[in-house]
Structures are given as C-alpha cells and as structure tokens.
T-cell receptor, first 114, second 114 residues
Framework: DTEVTQTPKHLVMGMTNKKSLKCEQH?????MYWYKQKAKKPPELMFV???????INESVPSRFSPECPNSSLLNLHLHALQPEDSALYLC?????????????FGEGSRLTVL | AQSVTQLDSQVPVFEEAPVELRCNYS??????LFWYVQYPNQGLQLLLK??????LVKGINGFEAEFNKSQTSFHLRKPSVHISDTAEYFC????????????FGTGTRLLVSP
C-alpha cells in the first residue's frame, strides 16, 4: 500500500466555521507534511511532523492547527479562515525525515472559503 | 536558502516528439534535486531525483534528467512523449541537512497533442 488518503476531497466552509482535513498513510512512514497549493502555483510547505512531533511550522497563521494523533494520521484543523485560504491542501509522507527522501502525496483536499 | 527557476510555464509538443523541460537552481550549499509530476486533479508523484554520483538520472515513465553543476541546471528530458504525459511538472530542491523541505519551482505545463 503506497497510498496517502485524504478526506474530504472537497470542502466548502464559511469564515466562521470549524472544519478538519484528514490524512492517513499505512506505509510506516514517520514523517508527514502539509502543503498548500494555490491555483497554478507550486506547493508551499506548511508543517512537518516527525515521529508525531511538530518539527517545522513555516510561520503558518494560527487559524490552521495541525495535529498528529498517531503515526498513521495527520489532521489539519481549520477555524476562522479567510477567502484567500481557498486552495488545494496536500498531505504527504516520507520514510526518511531527511532531505533525500521521496515524498508520497495524497490527491489533496480542495478547500473553498466563502 | 535554495531557489528553483522554471522559465517555461508551458511547453506544447506533438506526440512522439522529444521534449526538454528546463530547471535551474540557486543555492549556497550542495543540494538534492527532484522532479515531480502532477496529473490533473491529483497529488504529486516523484519522477526522479539526483542525490550524488552519476549526473544522468533515469526515472519512471521513460524520463531522465542531467545534473550540471557548472550551469546549475537539472533539465528533464524524454525522447518520445505520449498524450498521457500531459501534466504539470515541478522541479524541486532541498538542502543537504535537516528535514525534507522541498522548494518547488513554479512548474511547467507539458501539453502533448496528437
């Protein structure tokens, strides 16, 4: 199983809503990532978890709150988002946490904030 | 800090023709280089990577890339493209220490027509 599964695939939310994005992998990878991809732009790193601990936060606003409940799951909690936060949110995992590892990406959750 | 430049935002090509997608990088330290492909409405998939050793790297789906340190380039090539190669191609770079923090280029859309 080389899949990274993300749910939901599409999400529409208002600026006052609270919602969560979920990501799951069963490859035994110990590093997991959240990327944000705006339309026609490259992915931008948001967070890195290594061994279930937050290792990198790329100065992401606090309205995005990541959580890693166990080694297979990664959540992204969303609260009080802005319309400019509308984007494709990609989850990825890697076997190695160092700079040489291959990232395995999910298909993404497309978020629209009204 | 590292950066990547993909000068061509779009490359149209006919089926069975050869193609080269250009990538130049900038870094003050040695780097690792990657090419990822993103098919419509999907996540990213690793095509190939250069870590060290032979400068000619072969990847999946018949793609190859050549690392040129003097020209700070890592161009992607395929001798004969198929319709199914139509996708967005991202060149990416990571530093040689720490976590996997990929910096992506802006992407090149490869459009293969019959």
């Amino acid at each position: 199983d080389t899949e990274v599964t993300q749910t939901p695939k599409h999400l529409v939310m208002g600026m006052t809503n609270k919602k969560s994005l979920k990501c799951e992998q069963h490859m035994g990878h110990r590093a997991m990532y959240w990327y944000k991809q705006k339309a026609k732009k490259p992915p931008e790193l948001m967070f890195v978890y290594s061994y279930e601990k937050l290792s990198i936060n790329e100065s992401v606003p606090s309205r995005f709150s990541p959580e890693c409940p166990n080694s297979s799951l990664l959540n992204l909690h969303l609260h009080a988002l802005q319309p400019e936060d509308s984007a494709l949110y990609l989850c990825a995992s890697s076997q190695e946490r160092g700079p040489t590892g291959e990232l395995f990406f999910g298909e993404g959750s497309r978020l629209t904030v009204l | 800090a590292q950066s990547v430049t993909q000068l061509d935002s779009q490359v149209p090509v006919f089926e069975e023709a050869p193609v080269e997608l250009r990538c130049n990088y900038s870094s003050s330290v040695s780097v690792y280089l990657f090419w990822y492909v993103q098919y419509p409405n999907q996540g990213l998939q690793l095509l190939l990577k250069y870590l060290s050793g032979s400068t000619l790297v072969k990847g999946i789906n018949g793609f190859e890339a050549e690392f040129n340190k003097s020209q700070t380039s890592f161009h992607l090539r395929k001798p004969s493209v198929h319709i199914s190669d139509t996708a967005e191609y991202f060149c990416a770079v990571s530093g040689n220490t720490g976590f996997q923090k990929l910096v992506f280029g802006t992407g090149t859309r490869l459009l293969v027509s019959p």
